[in-house]
């Protein structure tokens, strides 16, 4: 009786065991492919942003010519000094804050959201312009809706800024960005947002001041 009970304990052992063997091997059967599916994915999407980075930093989101040219007093020109960090611009409806920067070069859009020297002081009387790439500091801009809030902070105070549209033009076009009378935002950056090299277009959302410190110069 005892061998008997002895082989039989010893049968179960042998089967449970060749359970787990068998089960074990089923899910590296699975997960395998799964594996190798996901390591696949993982580098196309490094690779993808890679490739992305690298072209936006050969790109120039605001091409020369592309602003309207301004007559511009010494009273009314923003007192801002190239590469100065001049303040944030926050997009709340897509939960996103960039710093703001003096210049439009590439060693300014790598910093933040560029100013562009002609255009009007920001919460300024006038059209003040930002640029910035499209795969950092704009990453998200395609997804504001008209009437979406844009805030702004300088050492001048706040400002909110109010979507009024979009528009999408040549990236050879000039004067494309018009000068106003009105205290108004422009952000452009490289279109289409997904292209894969030099995007040939330019995405360009306007915005218009609906409160702030209205003893800016200009206003």
């Known amino acids: 009786?005892?061998?008997?009970?002895?082989?039989?304990?010893?049968?179960?052992?042998?089967?449970?065991?060749?359970?787990?063997?068998?089960?074990?091997?089923?899910?590296?059967v699975i997960r395998a492919p799964i594996e190798?599916?996901?390591?696949?994915?993982?580098?196309?999407k490094k690779r993808e942003e890679a490739s992305v980075h690298t072209l936006s930093r050969e790109e120039t989101p605001l091409p020369e010519g592309m602003v309207s040219p301004v007559q511009r007093n010494s009273s009314s020109a923003p007192s801002y000094t190239e590469g100065e960090i001049i303040g944030e611009i926050s997009?709340?409806?897509?939960?996103?804050?960039?710093?703001?920067?003096?210049?439009?070069?590439?060693?300014?859009?790598?910093?933040g959201a560029g100013h562009y020297k002609g255009?009007?002081?920001?919460?300024?009387?006038?059209?003040?312009?930002?640029?910035?790439?499209?795969?950092?500091?704009?990453?998200?801009?395609?997804?504001?809706?008209?009437?979406?809030?844009?805030?702004?902070?300088?050492?001048?105070?706040?400002?909110?800024?109010?979507?009024?549209?979009s528009s999408i033009v040549d990236g050879q076009e000039r004067g494309a960005i018009?000068?106003?009378?009105?205290?108004?935002?422009?952000?452009?950056?490289?279109?289409?947002?997904?292209?894969?090299?030099?995007a040939p277009d330019r995405y360009l959302l306007t915005a218009k001041l609906v409160e702030g410190d209205e003893t800016l110069p200009g206003s």
């Open 1 to 28: 009786m005892k061998k008997r009970s002895g082989l039989l304990i010893a049968v179960k052992l042998i089967f449970i065991l060749s359970l787990c063997v068998l089960l074990y091997s089923v899910v590296q």
């Open 36 to 44: 190798a599916h996901n390591a696949l994915n993982e580098w196309s």
């Open 91 to 111: 997009f709340p409806s897509i939960h996103k804050k960039v710093a703001i920067v003096e210049g439009t070069g590439s060693r300014q859009l790598k910093k």
């Open 119 to 165: 255009s009007a002081a920001l919460g300024g009387i006038g059209n003040s312009v930002l640029a910035g790439h499209r795969d950092t500091v704009f990453r998200g801009l395609g997804e504001l809706n008209k009437n979406d809030l844009i805030e702004v902070e300088t050492a001048d105070g706040k400002f909110v800024y109010k979507v009024t549209g």
């Open 178 to 198: 018009k000068q106003s009378a009105e205290p108004i935002l422009t952000l452009i950056t490289c279109y289409p947002f997904s292209y894969v090299g030099s």
